[in-house]
């Protein structure tokens, strides 16, 4: 059964046709930005499309971006903003972590996705994964735990992140300053082998100065 199940059935509940989905990848991350996205479709064109048996194979596929392969998340997030009615991506360094705090961060980021939605496309509804935006009318938005394994635009949303962050994270591996940190690994999570690296050689300046155990290491 695909996610896209659910949608239908809000949509008809609830005469919604411009539905969308927000998530982050690296929250919790010790290093690097947060980035979160927001995938809206229009339930109507979605519809009409799925009729094509390629295109309800892939969207079919859609899951969440921590049950795919690299390859496969890689293939489906082209996939997606292809079909999407609108996406937007956007990145919050770890300074901007620091400063405001992982919280602040996270709904200012994902009401600032939900805004970019309004301002240039359409949206009559977003589900957000277990997280309420703050100063965005309840009206508008539910918040579903383990949102990315029930719905589609959730899913969608965590699978272009993520494909957007991991490439930052191996771009970033290959700057001579943060080569030794294996970052194209690890992406940044507090791995054994990232906290081995970061007892051995103290922080870097894209790590998250205000989480442990960065916090109470040297700064370099």
């Known amino acids: 059964m695909s996610l896209m199940d659910f949608e239908l059935k809000i949509s008809q ?66 996939f997606i903003k292809n079909i999407a009615n609108f996406y937007h991506i956007q990145e919050n360094s770890n300074e901007e972590i620091d400063f405001q705090g992982i919280s602040n961060i996270t709904n200012n980021s994902f009401l600032e996705n939900f805004m970019q939605a309004q301002r240039n496309s359409q949206i009559d509804f977003v589900f957000t994964d277990a997280f309420k935006i703050k100063n965005l009318d309840s009206n508008l938005q539910e918040s579903l735990i383990k949102g990315d394994n029930t719905s589609l635009a959730i899913a969608s949303a965590s699978i272009i992140a993520k494909v957007y962050r991991d490439n930052l994270m191996k771009d970033l591996a290959k700057e001579s300053d943060f080569q030794i940190y294996e970052f194209e690994n690890h992406k940044g999570y507090g791995t054994g082998r990232h906290l081995e690296l970061l007892k051995k050689l103290g922080p870097s300046k894209i790590h998250r100065k205000s989480f442990e155990p960065v916090k109470s290491m040297s700064i370099i």
């Open 13 to 78: 509940e609830r005469g919604f046709r411009y539905i969308g989905g927000i998530d982050e990848v690296g929250r919790g991350c010790l290093a690097g930005p947060m980035v979160t996205a927001i995938v809206v479709y229009d339930m109507e064109n979605l519809t009409e499309i799925f009729l094509n048996s390629e295109i309800s194979k892939k969207i079919s596929a859609i899951k969440d971006s921590k049950k795919l392969s690299e390859k496969k998340r890689e293939e489906l997030a082209e």
